[in-house]
C-alpha cells in the first residue's frame, strides 16, 4: 500500500476543513498536531485553501495535508504545488482520477455504488472515499459493496461523528473515517483552538478504543 495511505490508516481520522481565512491555516494546524492527529483535508471550495495548504505544509512538514472537493485537474496541480500530498475528491471523474494516477499523485475518489469502485479499481486504486457515508447506506452498506471487492478499502466520510464513527472503524475494510466535528468552521471563526485541541485528543482516544491500541 502506498505510504502516505499507510500513515491515514494508523492515524484512523481526517479531519475535513473549511478554511475562509488562511490566518487561521497555522493556528489550527498546531491544534491538530498537539492534539494527536497531525493529518488535514483541506477542502478546495474556498479562496483560502491554497494559501491554507501552503502554510501547513511549510510550517508542520510532519504533518500530512491534502486538498479535498478538488473537481478538476487545474485544481491538482495547485494543490499539489501548493504542499497537498494526497488528493480527494467528492465523486469519481474519469478525467481527473486518470490524471492524478499518470502524475503518480495519490487520489482517493468518491464512489457511492459498485460501478464507482469498479472504475476505481480499472485505474489501480487500492482505497476510495465513501461519500456521502450516512446518506448513501451508512456502514451496511459499504459492508455490502465492500464483499465482491476483496482488494478495496474505504475512507467513510459524510455525517460521521462521535456516535457513529467507532462502528465504522472497527470494520477492517474502512482505512479511515473523514469528519469535521472537531473542526467546525464556528470554532476555527472564533479562535477557539485549544476547544479544537480537546475535540482531536477524544478522536484520537475514540480511534485507539475502536481498533484496540
Known sequence: MNEVLKQIEEIGIVPVVVLNDAKDAEPLAEALCEGGLPCAEVTFRTDAAEESIRIMSEKFPNMLVGAGTVLTT????????????????????????KYCVD???????????????????????EVVKFFPAEQAGGLAYIKAIAAPYVGMKFMSTGGINPKNVRDYLAYDRILACGGSWMVKGDLVKAGEFDKIKDLVKEAVEIVKESRGK
Do not use: M, W
Open 74 to 97: 487545474e485544481q491538482v496541480d495547485r494543490a499539489v504545488a501548493a504542499g497537498a500530498k494526497f488528493i480527494v475528491s467528492p465523486g469519481l471523474n474519469p478525467k481527473v482520477v
Open 103 to 125: 502524475k503518480g499523485i495519490l487520489i482517493t475518489p468518491g464512489c457511492a455504488n459498485p460501478s464507482d469502485v469498479e472504475q476505481a479499481i480499472e485505474n489501480g486504486l
